[in-house]
Structure formats: structure tokens, C-alpha cells
């Protein structure tokens, strides 16, 4: 008799238990199938899209447009779905302009391609909205060569009467001599370093588009930028008769990739005549300009310092165009007096294209400590923010546009929190924990530390999927943002400064102490993983500490003058060491993980990309070397073709799977 109630119990709790959808799997990366960049035509009832998806073949991702009507069905735009991306509407509601990696129609190649490992190169291309066979720009006789893709230098973007077409582009020269080519040698030529080999200085043009497209669809292609600097973002002025854009023409040059700290300037440029004004001259960068409605002023981002950190605190500029000569002045200086207490949150970069609310009132995006908020002020009544209605959102997503990667279905997801505590020196230190679900692992979890790059970034939430893959298999993820993180203020940002590897490391440990101390994590089964200056960290711990079971050192920075000398950007080690490696050779000695791989007894990982600009893969090597030498368990894997982000699926699958398994192959008492 007492069996029936088990019974009843276990057809009870079954469902419930069976309910429960699987953690995310590695298989998952290969099947993303996603709508972006959606367009709803004017007659409300088509909406054009990119479809993003893998192709299981060559397990890469390829993207193309499709479109779908009000009844639901779904198709391919253009037969064989060659490559499409970026697109947008004419003003006339007409045109698609997207760009593409196409060839042209007799398959010759629309322009040199770049190395796989730099930002994917294109063209530009017209559709008709009514349908027909898309059309290049200017087709093989066009003036310019490589259509940039990024989002500092690079912008595609209608006149205000939709008669010409801006847009970003090198000009598609080889820089090398008939003595290169001949001999097969190459001369080292100063360039924009990770994301941009291949490219030449990007220059601005502008296209005068034909009534009626044939077999291009430019009547005249005019460059608006001399020499051979890199201009970006370029904006129309509201009447169409100028533009504005930002860059670098100084001697010395470095790469804007994760890094704005040069001295980038804005330059008008009026197309009757080409002629090029500077508006501004501060000492720092100032980029990101956006012109008001009434085409009287500009705002955009800027700093006081150059050569500063990698990303600064930036301050809101105002520039003044309805005067002979342009002036300018900061609504609030977050590097002045009162900067503890600022009137608004620092803007972050890039300003969005639509921040003018009307010809007085701007909002941007700022960040505080996890948090990212919007901000707004009067340009006209003070610094102070104002309540102001949210910022016009996104169109919001058509009913019409199919469910993103439906072959996936639902996953297990870990919650993810805020925590807070106080450091070796009282200083309040934030950071994200990501526990693992309560039918995967109970408290207290095996803890992996996964420090951000940088290291003036921060952790926002633990929603990613890396985060997820190992918190759905047992490890609270503990990503802290440690003193010199962004979204803290400047004191906060800078406190890092000559100290690389002292006050932020102790910020880790003691959050890692919190931690234990609150039944959270286990104080013996500690493992870390990190990227960049999180790999930097990685090093770093290990050789001061033996508390971690095993670590995984990805793309590092393990040795500070070898970091000078052969990365993208030298200023990152000039301005957080406070010198030139020959000035201060004892403090970069003392800073680099590679002077303290003696004292490393952790099992240690080294993962690192072949072609990574900023942080080369020497060090990898020489970290690894040694490690081995002083008898230390370690591996190396080299991921060819890849920059300083891993970003081919194949070799995503297989740093996450190699993660994990070297940290479940550690998991064992010391």
C-alpha cells in the first residue's frame, strides 16, 4: 500500500524534470540563424532583411538578403544568395544600398581582398525595391578601391536629397615598388595595425547617382579628402553642401582599434570647391561629430589627453559652424574640477547618428559601472542633464521577420548578479557573478575567474554565451571589474596607473575572497581564463599565487617592452608605464607576468591568434618557453589566421571545448 504514493510522486516530479531544456552546446555556434538590419518597406507589408547564418559545409558564417511578405513566407532577394550586409533605404524609398564581397558579373573581383584576419573588405551596391539585379556603384572603371567596413572610419550614408551617396573607401593602390614585386619582398610601411592590414588610408567620397542605374550606378565619383591620412565617419551637412569628418593628419600615426587616443581633429570639407577647414585643434582626439538640424553647430567626443589611455573619459564638444572662424568649448570637463561629481554621466563613443533631439537638446549613451543609461542635456540652459522623453527608439522588430536560429530551441540559462566589496585598501570594487543553475551545482561552486582585456573595459552581465557554457557546466563565472575598468570615473580609470598587476590583482583576489568568505565559491577548486589584459592577468596571478588549479591564457600580454616593441600600439605601454622601455625598463621588468614565470607551479594553457597585431605571438611563446623550462605542465595552440579576436566558428568551438577540458582534467586536489 505505501508504494502507490512513490508512485504517484515519481509520475508527478517526471514531467516537471524532463521539462528542463539542455545547457547550451558547442554544436550551437553553427546554428545561428538570424534577421538583422530589417527595413519595412512603405508599403507595410514587405520587410527586407539580412539573413545571417552558418553554412554547414565550409562552417562559416555567410549573410544575404532576404525578404518577407505579410502572409509570412520567407525568400532569398537574389538567386544563389550571394553576399549582402548593411543595408538601407533611399530617402525616395526606392532603393537598397548594401554593400557585398560579390564579384561583378563576369566574376572579376570587385577590389584586392584583405587578409582574413583583417576587417572584411566590400563594395557598394544598388537594388532596385521592385526587384531586378543589384547593381555596383561604380563598376569596374570606379576611382576608389576597398569600401571599409568598421564603425570609426567607416560610414555609407545618403545626401539629405538622396541625389549622392558618402562613404568611406581607400583608394586601392599597391604601395609596392616594381623592385617589391619583382624580388617578392616587402618593406615595413607604417599602417592602422590590427583590423586594418591590408587597407590603404581611407579617404571620403562622394557619388553622384544616376536617374536611371545601368551598369553602374554612379554618374561621377569625386574623392573630398587630400592626402594620405585616414579620414572616417563623415557626416552631411543638413543642406547637402558640406561634410564633416574626423581624422588623424599628424606625423605620428597608431591604430584606432580599441584605441582613441591620438590627435584625430574634425575637418569641414564644402564640396562646391573641396576646400578642407580644421575646426578643431585640442591636443587629444576629438571624433564623433554629429551636426545639428539647423546645420549651426556640431557636437562630438573628446579628450585633453593624448596619447592617454587606450579609452578615456570623454567629454562632450560643442563646435560652432555659423561663425567665420569655427570656435568650440566642452559642456563639462570630466577631467576639471567637479569631475567627482559631474552633472551628466560621460558620454561614450560613438555618439548615435540621430542624438539631436531638435536645434538645443542632445542625448548620447553612457555607461555607470555595469550599467549602461541613456543621458541628455540643453546645450543652451547649462551642463546639468535634463529629464528629458527617451531617445527615439529602434524600429521595433516586424511581426513579419521569422524567429532567430529556431534550430537551437531553448537552453538552460544561469542567473547572473551584481555583487559588491571592499578592496585590500577600502576602495569599493563591482563585478558580475554568474552561478550555475540549482539542477547543475550547488554552493559552494568551483569559481572561474574570467578578468576582462583592456584593461580600461569592464564585464556588463554574464548573458554571453562563453559565460554561459561554463556556468551551465558547474563554475560560478566571476568577472570583476577591477580598479583602471571603465565606467567608474576617471580616478577610478586611472588608478591602475604604473601599477599594472598590483592594486587590480588584489581588487580580484579579494573579491575572490568575498566569495568564499559568503559560501559562494570553493576555496580549493579556483580556476582563471582570460583574454588580452585579461590574459595579462592570468599570467600575472599565476605567478604571484598558487591558489588557482589551472589557468588559460588567451592572446596576453606577458612582457612589456616585447608589447612596445612589437604591437600596433606603443602608447598603451608609454602611458601606463609613465615611458619609453629604455626610460623605464626596471618598472616594465617589474609589471611583466614574464619575470615571474619562475615562481609558476599552476597548470597553464597558452592560447594564442598567429596574426594578432596587438598583442603578438611572440609573447604566447615566450611565456610558454618559460613555463617549460621551469618544468610548469603547459601547452601551446596557435589559431592561424586570426587577429586579436578568435572569430572563426571552428576555432571557437575549439578554445571553448579546450578550456574546458584542461580546467575538468585539473579539477583534483593539489
Known amino acids: 500500500m505505501r508504494l502507490i504514493p512513490s508512485l504517484v510522486l515519481i509520475v508527478l516530479l517526471s514531467p516537471a524534470l524532463a521539462e528542463e531544456p539542455p545547457p547550451p552546446q558547442i554544436e550551437d555556434i553553427y546554428k545561428t540563424d538570424a534577421a538583422t538590419d530589417v527595413i519595412t518597406l512603405s508599403d507595410g507589408k514587405t520587410a527586407l532583411y539580412v539573413r545571417q547564418r552558418v553554412d554547414q559545409a565550409s562552417r562559416t558564417l555567410k549573410q544575404s538578403l532576404w525578404q518577407v511578405d505579410d502572409t509570412g513566407k520567407a525568400a532569398a532577394v537574389e538567386e544563389g544568395e550571394p553576399d549582402a550586409s548593411s543595408p538601407m533605404l533611399s530617402p525616395d524609398g526606392k532603393w537598397i544600398v548594401f554593400l557585398s564581397t560579390r564579384a561583378f558579373a563576369d566574376g572579376t573581383p570587385a577590389f584586392q581582398p ?7 573588405a566590400a563594395d557598394i551596391w544598388l537594388m532596385s525595391v521592385a526587384g531586378g539585379k543589384a547593381i555596383p556603384l561604380g563598376g569596374k572603371a570606379k576611382p576608389y578601391g576597398r569600401v571599409i567596413t568598421d564603425k570609426f572610419y567607416g560610414r555609407v550614408a545618403f545626401s539629405p536629397d538622396g541625389k549622392k551617396l558618402l562613404f568611406v573607401a581607400d583608394e586601392g593602390r599597391d604601395l609596392r615598388t616594381e623592385a617589391e614585386k619583382r624580388n617578392n619582398v616587402l618593406i615595413v610601411r607604417d599602417d ?16 553622384d547617382l544616376k536617374e536611371a542605374p545601368d ?83 556640431l557636437v562630438c567626443l573628446s579628450s585633453p589627453r593624448f596619447k592617454g589611455p587606450h579609452i578615456d573619459v570623454f567629454n562632450l564638444l560643442v563646435v560652432d559652424l555659423d561663425s567665420q572662424a569655427a570656435s568650440s568649448h566642452v559642456v563639462f570637463d570630466h577631467h576639471g574640477k567637479g569631475m567627482d561629481k559631474p552633472p551628466y554621466l ?62 537551437i530551441g531553448k537552453r538552460l540559462r544561469a542567473e547572473d548578479e551584481i555583487i559588491h566589496w571592499k578592496s585590500f585598501d ?42 554561459q557554457f561554463f556556468a551551465t557546466r558547474g563554475y560560478a563565472v566571476f568577472q570583476p571589474n577591477f580598479r583602471g575598468s571603465t565606467g567608474y570615473g576617471l580616478k577610478f580609470l586611472d588608478a591602475d596607473h604604473n601599477d599594472f598587476g598590483g592594486g587590480d590583482m588584489k581588487d580580484i583576489l579579494t573579491g575572490i575572497d568575498f566569495l568564499v568568505k559568503e559560501g559562494i565559491a570553493d576555496r580549493d577548486r579556483q580556476f ?7 590574459g595579462y592577468m592570468t599570467s600575472w596571478l599565476v605567478g604571484q599565487t598558487t591558489q588557482f588549479r589551472a589557468a588559460v591564457a588567451q592572446n596576453a600580454v606577458t ?8 604591437s600596433d600600439l606603443q602608447s598603451w605601454t608609454e602611458h601606463d608605464m609613465s615611458g619609453m622601455p629604455w626610460d623605464v625598463a626596471e618598472r616594465m621588468r617589474q609589471h ?36 617549460k623550462e621551469n618544468g610548469v605542465e603547459t601547452q601551446m595552440v596557435l589559431y592561424p589566421d586570426e587577429g586579436h579576436p578568435i572569430k572563426q566558428l571552428p576555432h571557437r568551438e575549439d578554445v571553448l571545448t579546450r578550456v574546458l577540458d584542461w580546467f575538468e582534467q585539473h579539477d583534483k586536489p593539489k
Open 426 to 467: 577600502g576602495l569599493e570594487i563591482e563585478g558580475v557573478l554568474t552561478k550555475p543553475p540549482a539542477s547543475i551545482a550547488k554552493p559552494p561552486f568551483k569559481l572561474l575567474v574570467m578578468p576582462h582585456g583592456g584593461p580600461h573595459h569592464r564585464a556588463t552581465s554574464g548573458a554571453g554565451f562563453d559565460t
Open 559 to 566: 612582457d612589456l617592452n616585447v608589447m612596445w616593441h612589437l
Open 114 to 120: 584583405v587578409p582574413p584576419y583583417s576587417d572584411p
Open 215 to 297: 551598369d553602374a550606378a554612379a554618374a561621377k565619383i569625386t574623392k573630398l579628402t587630400p592626402g594620405d591620412f585616414w579620414y572616417g565617419d563623415p557626416q552631411w551637412s543638413p543642406d547637402g553642401s558640406f561634410i564633416v569628418c574626423h581624422a588623424n593628419r599628424n606625423a605620428e600615426q597608431e591604430s584606432a582599434r580599441y584605441s582613441i587616443n591620438h590627435n584625430y581633429d574634425l575637418w569641414k570639407i564644402t564640396l562646391a570647391d573641396q576646400s578642407i577647414e580644421q575646426l578643431t585643434t585640442g591636443p587629444g582626439p576629438e571624433f564623433s561629430p554629429r551636426i545639428a538640424p539647423d546645420g549651426k553647430r
Open 346 to 407: 560621460a558620454p561614450t563613443t560613438p555618439l548615435p547618428d540621430n542624438c539631436w533631439r531638435d536645434n538645443q537638446r542632445v542625448w548620447f549613451n553612457a555607461i555607470s559601472g555595469v550599467k549602461s543609461r541613456t543621458q541628455a542635456v540643453n546645450l543652451d540652459a547649462g551642463p546639468q542633464a535634463i529629464e528629458d522623453t527617451p531617445p527615439p527608439p529602434p524600429p521595433a522588430r516586424s511581426p513579419l521577420i521569422p524567429r532567430s536560429s529556431p534550430e
Open 592 to 627: 611583466s607576468p614574464l619575470t615571474y614565470a619562475n615562481k609558476v607551479r599552476t597548470p597553464t594553457l597558452i592560447l594564442h591568434a598567429t596574426n594578432d597585431r596587438r598583442c603578438p605571438v611572440a609573447m604566447g611563446k615566450m611565456f610558454h618557453r618559460a613555463l
Open 192 to 207: 592602422q595595425g590590427e583590423g586594418y592590414e591590408g587597407y590603404g588610408p581611407t579617404q571620403v567620397w562622394v557619388a
Open 528 to 534: 582563471v581564463y582570460g583574454v588580452s589584459y585579461g
